[in-house]
T-cell receptor, first 113, second 115 residues
Framework: AQKITQTQPGMFVQEKEAVTLDCTYD???????LFWYKQPSSGEMIFLIY??????QNATEGRYSLNFQKARKSANLVISASQLGDSAMYFC??????????FGQGTRLTINP | DGGITQSPKYLFRKEGQNVTLSCEQN?????MYWYRQDPGQGLRLIYY???????QKGDIAEGYSVSREKKESFPLTVTSAQKNPTAFYLC??????????????FGQGTRLTVV
């Protein structure tokens, strides 16, 4: 079975600081993909970053990077130089060969000016 | 423009009535998904489909039904058996995982309220 765990219900950080959102996962698939999405108050789902389980390097997309530690089954999202517009819900997700795409409970990030 | 269209955006139904939520995509994606989201909560998988005429139950399928007669369409029916149907419903699609660019694309969601 696939499972995603996000243990931080809410995070508060000052503008321009870096923030790390935690994500751990569990799966029996030999290969899989890990995703992070952002959901503003409007409800839309915005894809941020992707990491494949066999990728040798951590993924980066602009201010977003994914700290992938396969042995620890963790895929933390790092946002550098946070901005007020980063305030939103953030979801970690996983997908394997079964094509089942599962999400964690999310972390509500609030950026303070 | 390619994308996923969910309709309607808001839906009100009386208790005990079945209701069908529409999801259409023109991205030529094989895989499609339905999720339920309650306020302040994560996305819970209801059903997913890897290919036309095939679908699998997700984690909370009870009280819901789907069909996949066309690649572009994956409608979700919320039946009267669903105990607490009021929620935000999101539809998504993607290419088969294992290929590059495998992120799922989401519709704008349907907010269902049962009164």
């Amino acid at each position: 079975a696939q499972k995603i765990t996000q243990t931080q219900p809410g995070m508060f950080v000052q503008e321009k600081e870096a923030v790390t959102l935690d994500c751990t996962y569990d799966t029996s698939d030999p290969s899989y993909g890990l995703f992070w999405y952002k959901q503003p108050s409007s409800g839309e789902m915005i894809f941020l970053i992707y990491q494949g389980s066999y990728d040798q390097q951590n993924a980066t997309e602009g201010r977003y990077s994914l700290n992938f530690q396969k042995a620890r089954k963790s895929a933390n999202l790092v946002i550098s130089a946070s901005q007020l517009g980063d305030s939103a819900m953030y979801f970690c997700a996983m997908r394997g060969w079964t094509q089942k795409l599962v999400f964690g409970q999310g972390t509500r990030l609030t950026i303070n000016p | 423009d390619g994308g996923i269209t969910q309709s309607p955006k808001y839906l009100f139904r009386k208790e005990g009535q079945n209701v069908t939520l529409s999801c259409e995509q023109n991205l030529n994606h094989d895989a499609m998904y339905w999720y339920r989201q309650d306020p302040g909560q994560g996305l819970r998988l209801i059903y997913y489909s890897q290919i036309v005429n095939d679908f699998q139950k997700g984690d909370i399928a009870e009280g819901y039904s789907v069909s996949r007669e066309k690649k572009e369409s994956f409608p979700l029916t919320v039946t009267s058996a669903q105990k607490n149907p009021t929620a935000f419903y999101l539809c998504a699609s993607s290419i088969e995982w294992g290929q590059s660019g495998t992120e799922a694309f989401f519709g704008q969601g349907t907010r269902l309220t049962v009164v």
